[in-house]
């Protein structure tokens, strides 16, 4: 069946430092990726998506690329807040209901 | 645009007794409703797909008499835990999908739930 892999946190970073969180896939036919983030306190928040193979995702700098060779979408940042210290989830969706299958998620911390 | 609420953000009960909670789309109209659980260190589960007007698709292993779902209106859709004991502690986060075709889902805060 579908399922979603992403690093395990937390991962620790300075603030302006690289941020690369790695989310593989398996699924079949043709999904759809999300990045979703949760700040302390609220809800799940979408972060970026891509539909199809070789599409970038990107938001608040934040970027992502649909590789399905590798089955990948890694989430990166190349300077990193300490706003952006939160829970990011990788999802897909695939098949006619668009249920999200969603990583186990991973909690970056940003420290100043 | 495009926000969720649930209530209560956060429940305590007793062993034996139900809880309801709600989720709402305030600022736009859900055909669908997806409701989760969420253990701590955990990924978000999909316990059930709301359908409004119809009876929700719950996920294989989900008891459909313990976690009761009902989605009367397009705005509201409510999850009720009967007879709940403590192993059903967890984080309940509800999403909705706008009308209209679109694959994005907006997602709740959330509710805490503790059964002691």
């Known amino acids: 069946g579908n399922s979603v892999t992403q690093m395990e946190g937390p991962v620790t970073l300075s603030e302006e430092a690289f941020l690369t969180i790695n989310c593989t896939y398996t699924?079949?036919?043709?999904?759809?990726l999300f990045w979703y983030v949760q700040y302390p306190g609220e809800g799940l928040q979408l972060l970026l998506k891509a539909t199809k193979a070789d599409d970038k995702g990107s938001n608040k700098g934040f970027e992502a690329t649909y590789r399905k060779e590798t089955t990948s979408f890694h989430l990166e940042k190349g300077s990193v807040q300490v706003s952006d210290s939160a829970v990011y989830f990788c999802?897909?969706?695939?098949?006619?209901?668009?249920?999200?299958?969603f990583g186990t998620g991973t909690l970056l911390a940003v420290q100043p | 645009g495009a926000v969720v609420s649930q209530h209560p953000s956060r429940v305590i009960c007793k062993s034996g007794t139900s809880v309801k909670i709600e989720c709402r789309s305030l600022d736009f109209q859900a055909t669908t409703m997806f409701w989760y659980r969420q253990f701590p260190k955990k990924s978000l589960m999909l316990m059930a797909t709301s359908n409004e007007g119809s009876k929700a698709t719950y996920e294989q292993g989900v008891e459909k008499d313990k976690f009761l779902i009902n989605h009367a209106s397009l705005t509201l859709s409510t999850l009720t835990v009967t007879s709940a004991h403590p192993e059903d502690s967890s984080f309940y986060i509800c999403?909705?999908?706008?009308?209209?075709?679109?694959?994005?889902?907006?997602f709740g805060p959330g509710t805490r739930l503790l059964v002691l």
């Open positions: 999403s909705a999908r706008p009308s209209g075709g679109t694959e994005t889902q907006y």
């Open positions: 699924a079949t036919g043709y999904p759809s």
């Open positions: 999802a897909l969706s695939s098949g006619a209901t668009n249920k999200l299958i």
